[in-house]
């Protein structure tokens, strides 16, 4: 496809090893090439983008990955999204496989939902569409002022899973937590396998950190329990004098276990991870992670929107907890 009459242009928002060999993945799919860009750190490590060529009136689809320095990834896509809407690019559609910030979209006792600040800065900075996969949380689409398009990789994993784990039949899908139990569930009825849970492993609820109702009251001691005293010199007064309050019991987390029959199978918890997010590094410790190629489905959103043609397609098969 001829660059110059396709309207469209594909750039990588870093030069990381894995955010390179994606966007050039995506950019051969589609037959297109590449655009001239330049991103680097200062010696102060202030990214500066020198975008190397004319946007004037183009859709733009910024690859980005997030590598290990998250801040640094997340600078570099609002700078470049910046420059080519200074540059008069007509549409700026970030293309962010894993977003940034994701597992921080609930409110955390006196903390804040960073995810929406995030979303704000991008729309500041000239994004007008995203496309993503598996955010953590559906509903963080509605942090955002312009379309969102959220793909799944599931269909990927599980023919991976089909086609290159020796007698599959014999496997069983591992929940790491129960919180992970949906999507588990989903991935076995659709594999015909059995379902097991790993319950009491070390680790924080999000619904207990969900928002600010599990803060200590602001009481005085009435009749009171020990545990809810304030400090001498507390000027603060019981909303209601005289109402004794329940004790709040410490949880205690169970060893841990797991629920389901895994003798003698094929345990499947994470073995295969997509080439969204840079893992050479998790691939040296550790040689049974295998990388399946997203590369078809994000080059075929690219098509789809430039084309303004339905994304239906790319959600055939998923379920509701996928």
């Known amino acids: ?61 910024i690859i980005q990955t997030i590598p290990r320095d998250v801040n640094t990834a997340i600078m570099e896509l609002l700078v470049m999204a910046y420059a080519l809407k ?22 955390r006792k006196r903390g804040s939902i960073v995810c929406k600040l995030l979303a704000s800065m991008l729309a500041k900075a000239g994004l007008t569409h995203i496309i993503t996969m598996d ?33 599959y039949r014999n496997a069983i ?5 129960p919180s992970a139990a949906k999507r588990a569930q989903s991935y076995a009825e659709r594999l015909r396998l059995g379902l097991a849970v790993m319950h009491g492993e070390a ?14 009251p602001c ?30 019991m410490a949880k205690e987390k169970p060893p841990i276990t797991v629920v389901g029959d ?11 991870v997509t080439n969204t997010v840079p893992h050479e590094v998790q691939k040296l410790q ?3 992670i295998k990388t399946v190629d997203v590369s078809m489905i994000l080059a075929e959103a690219i098509r789809r929107i430039h084309n303004g043609e339905s994304m239906a397609y790319l959600f055939r098969n998923i379920t509701v907890d996928d």
């Open 1 to 61: 496809m001829n660059v110059a009459k396709s309207g469209y242009r594909v750039f990588s928002a870093n030069s990381t090893a894995a955010c390179t060999e994606l966007a050039k993945k995506i950019t051969e799919r589609l037959g297109v090439e590449l655009g001239k860009s330049v991103v680097y750190q200062e010696s102060n490590r202030e990214t500066r983008v020198d975008v190397k060529e004319s946007v004037r009136g183009q859709t733009i689809f």
């Open 86 to 107: 200074t540059s008069c690019a007509k549409n700026i559609i970030g293309v962010i496989p894993y977003f940034p910030y994701s597992k921080q979209c609930k409110m």
């Open 135 to 167: 955010l953590h949380q559906k509903e963080i689409q509605g942090f955002f002022s312009f379309p969102v398009d959220n793909l799944r990789a599931s269909p990927f994993l599980l023919q991976y899973i089909q086609e290159e784990v020796p007698d």
């Open 173 to 177: 899908i591992v929940a790491k937590s």
């Open 203 to 216: 680790q924080c609820s999000e619904s207990d950190m969900a928002d600010g109702r599990h803060s200590p």
């Open 219 to 248: 009481v005085r001691n009435t009749s009171g329990h020990p545990g809810l005293e304030l400090p001498s010199g507390s000027k603060q007064q019981a909303p209601f004098p005289g109402i004794e309050l329940p004790i709040m």
């Open 262 to 272: 895994v003798g003698g199978r094929i345990a499947i918890i994470v073995v295969v």
């Open 286 to 288: 550790c040689p049974k």
